[in-house]
Structures are given as structure tokens and as C-alpha cells.
């Protein structure tokens, strides 16, 4: 899960409609889903992190602070109900990439080595999201139902990742094919498969960090090499930050 520096908002007061904040979020954090990190470039939701459907966060419906962005899996797997911030981690104010693994066979599990209160807190997040889910179902903006495989979607995004880590092993990395990499790394979504990937590759993993929009200003990654940072430096001091 990619840790992101959302910033402070772009505008004084609140957003009315909450859903104009969709451009400035993507600007500021990309096209992707900030749970499965699936690049999404229609239908992505701002998501409430406090849920605007609660009546304990109702007055929250249009705080920057409060929004990230979310498929509409995630979101609506996420549900409407009540989150405890200090239970659970949030990619704008935790290292959430150090939480987890991804794995070839295309499954995300917890990290072995955390704090017994850092994985209650990833596993809850898991759950939450639904990660551990293999897939799920969704009506298109045609009204048709798509089915969607969490699973074989990961798995072909890391062979997609080992192939670029052959080319670039054999043909060696140049300045183009480190753009080239980034930019395939993008389209494709799946930041922390490429990242595990290509954790042998300093330069890699630095022109990832970079290149993802609000990555490098999560503050979780050395800038030159793409080495974790953690505990997130929680900058925009949110409530609950930097649990890891």
C-alpha cells in the first residue's frame, strides 16, 4: 500500500460538493486507488477516511484532511462504518508500503516483524479493504457487471515486473529504459509489486518513488535510493500518525 503525502488543501473552507476535490487528490496522489493501488481513470471516488456516512463524521463530508481516493471496490468494501484511527493504518500518515508483502502468486499478507500492535493495525487495514479478497463484482457505467480478480490482476502486473527486471538485466539501464520502466510502472498500477521487484535496483525503485505522484512527499523513501523510511513523518500532523 503506497504511502502518500497528501499536502495541505489547495483551498480555504471546505469542498461543496466533497467531489470536486476528485482533480486536486489525483494531482496530489495519482490515479489510483490508495488501498489496492490500482490505477483507476474513470471512477474513482474520494473516499472518506472518517465516513461521511456516519453521524459521528458527518460534519467531515468536505475535509481535505479527510479524503483520500479509493475504487469503488475498496470504497464500498470499506463500508460505512465507524474507523478507530489509532487501529488501523492510513497511507497518508503511515508507512503503509513497510506493512505488507505482495508475493508472486499474487497474495498480500502482513509483514512478519512488526510490533504486535503494527500488525493488529495492518491486519485490520487488510480486512477493511479487503485485500485479502481473491475478487469482486461491479456494474460499469453501462450498467454491465464486470467481475474483477484481485488475484490474477496482481499476479500479471508482477509478471509484467519481472520482465522489465530481465530487459533491464540484460540489456543494462540506460536513462530511457529507467523512464521507460517508471512509465510502464505507472500504467500499470501495482506500485509496491514493482518496488519488491525491483528491490535490488536502487535506481529503480528511486525513479518510482519519484515518479508517483505524492510518494516522494510521504517522506517514507530516501530519495536517492528508494530505501524505506519509517516511521511516515506524519508532516501534515494527522491524527494518529506515524504508527509505522
Known amino acids: 500500500m503506497r ?7 489547495p483551498q480555504e473552507g471546505d469542498f461543496d460538493p466533497y467531489q ?18 490500482r490505477r483507476v481513470d474513470a471512477g474513482l471516488a474520494v473516499e472518506h477516511i472518517e465516513p ?23 470504497n464500498a468494501t470499506k463500508g460505512k462504518e465507524p474507523v ?6 492510513l497511507p497518508d500518515r503511515d508507512n503503509t508500503f513497510f506493512a505488507y508483502e505482495y508475493a508472486e502468486d499474487g497474495t498480500v499478507s502482513v509483514k512478519v516483524g512488526l510490533s504486535e500492535q503494527q500488525a493488529a493495525a495492518a491486519q485490520k487495514t487488510l480486512v477493511m479493504a479487503g485485500l485479502d479478497k481473491e475478487g469482486y463484482e461491479f456494474l460499469d457505467d453501462n450498467g ?6 484481485r488475484v490474477s490482476g496482481r499476479q500479471e502486473i508482477w509478471s509484467s515486473a519481472l520482465d522489465a ?13 529507467l523512464r521507460l520502466v517508471s512509465k510502464f510502472a505507472q500504467a500499470s498500477g ?11 535496483v536502487p535506481e529503480v525503485r528511486a525513479a518510482l518513488v519519484a515518479d508517483h505522484p505524492g510518494t516522494a512527499q510521504s517522506g517514507c523513501f530516501d ?8 516511521p511516515h513523518p506524519n508532516a501534515d500532523g494527522l491524527a494518529h500518525g506515524g504508527k509505522l
Open 223 to 230: 530519495p536517492a535510493t528508494g530505501a524505506i523510511i519509517t
Open 52 to 74: 461521511k456516512g456516519h453521524p459521528d463524521h458527518a460534519h467531515k463530508i468536505g475535509t481535505w484532511s479527510n479524503f483520500l481516493l479509493a475504487c469503488a471496490n475498496c
Open 20 to 37: 470536486s476535490a476528485r482533480d486536486p487528490l489525483r494531482g496530489r496522489i495519482g490515479r489510483y486507488c490508495s488501498f489496492c493501488e
Open 3 to 9: 504511502p502518500v503525502g497528501r499536502g495541505q488543501s
Open 165 to 177: 527486471r530481465a530487459e533491464v538485466a540484460a540489456e543494462g539501464l540506460t536513462d530511457r529504459r
Open 190 to 200: 501495482g506500485f509496491s509489486i514493482w518496488m519488491k521487484v525491483f528491490e535490488e
Open 84 to 89: 478507530s484511527l489509532d487501529e488501523i493504518l
Open 144 to 149: 454491465k457487471q464486470v467481475v474483477v480478480d
